[in-house]
């Protein structure tokens, strides 16, 4: 039985599956691949990060690889929502529908409230980046993002994720467009100003918004996967007889 394909994009933290672990039993119905952004490895050192690498990979991912169609279902958190609206403006095609999970979608917003007290306080930190230890930025970039103190890294993979979040370039950078015409549904946790900020703007270019439980991954509150998981079911039954 053929199976539509979706497509998990992960933020800055968790990747691969470990990045959604309430939305694995999605494979049972779909064609679930959960995708790792550029240089996010389990082995390889971390790399400075790429907006239009993480594009092509979405891309790929949504390419005809022998299952007999192209496309699918985007669904992406926080900074990998940067590589899911890149992508959906380059192959409206391919992308069947998208899903947006707390978006770091900045730059669209730049000009809002929220946006901009949130890029002041901000930037000057990723100005420095690069005189930094990984330790030192990861530090600070949780304690004025959350306001909470963060344990020193421990373990390699600790370590590496530190150097990954230094690595990341700013969300405000990236060259976004708003995506025409392909269905989108926006998720937050009604914790943050900046991302119901950014959730506003998008609904007003007609995407749908739905809050959940859950602070800044409410996909995994139960609220917050049944709201993924019924979106995605309504766009893709829509899909199926418009195939047909």
């Known amino acids: 039985m053929f199976k539509q394909r979706i497509v998990f994009v992960h933020g800055a933290g968790p990747f691969g599956a470990a990045a959604w672990p309430r939305q694995h039993g999605m494979a049972l119905k779909y064609d679930a691949l959960f995708l790792r952004r550029h240089g996010f490895d389990p082995v390889a050192e971390p790399v400075e990060s790429s907006f ?32 899911a609206m890149m992508a959906a403006v380059q192959r409206p095609d391919l992308v069947y529908s998208l899903t947006l999970v707390e978006p770091a979608c900045l730059s669209l917003t730049a000009e809002l409230p929220a946006t901009a ?27 004025r993002m959350f306001a909470v103190d963060l344990h020193e890294p421990a373990s390699t993979e600790e370590k ?55 602070g800044h991954r409410p996909q995994d509150s139960v609220e917050g996967d049944r709201a993924i998981r019924s979106f995605i079911a309504d766009v893709s039954r829509a899909h199926s007889v418009q195939a047909s």
């Open 52 to 83: 239009d690498a993480d594009a092509a990979i979405v891309l790929r991912s949504l390419a005809d690889d022998g299952r007999g169609a192209a496309g699918g279902h985007v669904v992406a958190h926080a900074e990998g929502a940067i590589a």
């Open 117 to 143: 007290a949130h890029r002041a306080l901000m930037q000057p930190l990723f100005d420095v980046r690069h005189q930094l230890g990984d330790d030192d930025f990861q530090r600070e970039y949780v304690r």
């Open 160 to 214: 590496r994720s530190a150097r990954r979040l230094r690595l990341q370039a700013p969300s405000w950078e990236a060259p976004l467009h708003i995506v025409p015409g392909v269905p989108t549904m926006v998720l937050t946790g009604g914790w943050e100003p900046l991302y119901e900020e950014i959730a506003g703007y998008l609904k007003e270019t007609g995407a749908l918004h739905r809050i959940a439980a859950g």
